[in-house]
């Protein structure tokens, strides 16, 4: 994908995630992210703390990951060293990097990069990418996929944000039920309401070397329509794994 088209996609995702639904989301960050790194290997992981995973996805949609995988990822993988030391790690070589643990299909040579999805103090999860080329992961992608973090991460916590505060309506109304009929509708009945404006990404970053895009997603995964919101049954995210 030529460099132009990185930062016209980026803004895209940045528009696209103007909702609040979680899994819709968490297929758009990393559906883009493949994209923009012309790579169809990838997976994005929720944490519920720092030894579990809430939620995950992986592409290619459609991907199927076993627990015991997840679990690998977690425990001795690159999952794990992004959480632990809290910063983005690259693995230039994944043939000679121990911290490299291979699942399904991805690849046993080429190179990796894991990326914290942060907001403020609070650790999200961990965006991880491969691709078959040593050394692919270079400055210049490094920092887009940091901004694609920044951005996907202010969008996320938004997302978590909400999921939490209707889970306590909805507790609320199981102990309640009298109130909640009284009262007809709440504020989680219009989330547009509490949704906070993400913050503006400025396309800083060096121009991008040209990038293959013969195998990444398709850009209409990045779309909020009906039609995504669809196909979303078909993938293979992960509500609640462990």
Not at 35 to 57: F, H, K, N, V, W
Not at 185 to 191: G, K, S, T, V
Not at 207 to 220: G, Y
């Amino acid at each position: 994908m030529p460099p132009i088209r990185n930062y016209e996609a980026l803004y895209k995702l940045a528009r696209a995630m103007h909702h609040l639904d979680k899994t819709l989301m968490m297929e758009q960050i990393v559906t883009a992210a493949a994209l923009m790194m012309g790579t169809a290997r990838g997976c994005l992981a929720l944490l519920r703390d720092e030894t579990s995973i809430d939620a995950a996805c992986a592409v290619p949609l459609g991907t199927t990951m076993t627990h015991d995988e997840w679990d690998a990822l977690l425990a001795k993988g690159a999952l794990g060293f992004v959480i632990y030391s809290e910063r983005t790690v690259i693995i230039r070589n994944v043939a000679t990097d121990p911290r490299w643990v291979p699942v399904l299909n991805w690849p046993r040579t080429g190179s990796a990069i894991g990326l914290l999805l942060q907001k403020e103090s609070k650790r999200l999860g961990v965006l991880l990418l491969a691709h078959a080329q040593v050394d692919y992961f270079d400055t210049g992608r490094v920092a887009l996929l940091e901004e694609i973090a920044s951005v996907a991460s202010a969008a996320l916590s938004n997302a978590l944000r909400f999921e939490a505060l209707r889970l306590q309506m909805a507790r609320f109304e199981a102990v309640h039920p009298d109130t909640a009929q009284k009262n007809g509708h709440h504020a989680l009945a219009h989330p547009e309401a509490i949704t906070r404006e993400l913050p503006r990404v400025e396309l800083s970053n060096p121009p991008l070397q040209q990038v293959p895009d013969d195998k990444a997603p398709s850009e209409k995964a990045l779309s909020h329509d009906d039609s995504a919101s669809g196909a979303r049954d078909a993938t293979n995210t992960v509500q609640s794994p462990f």
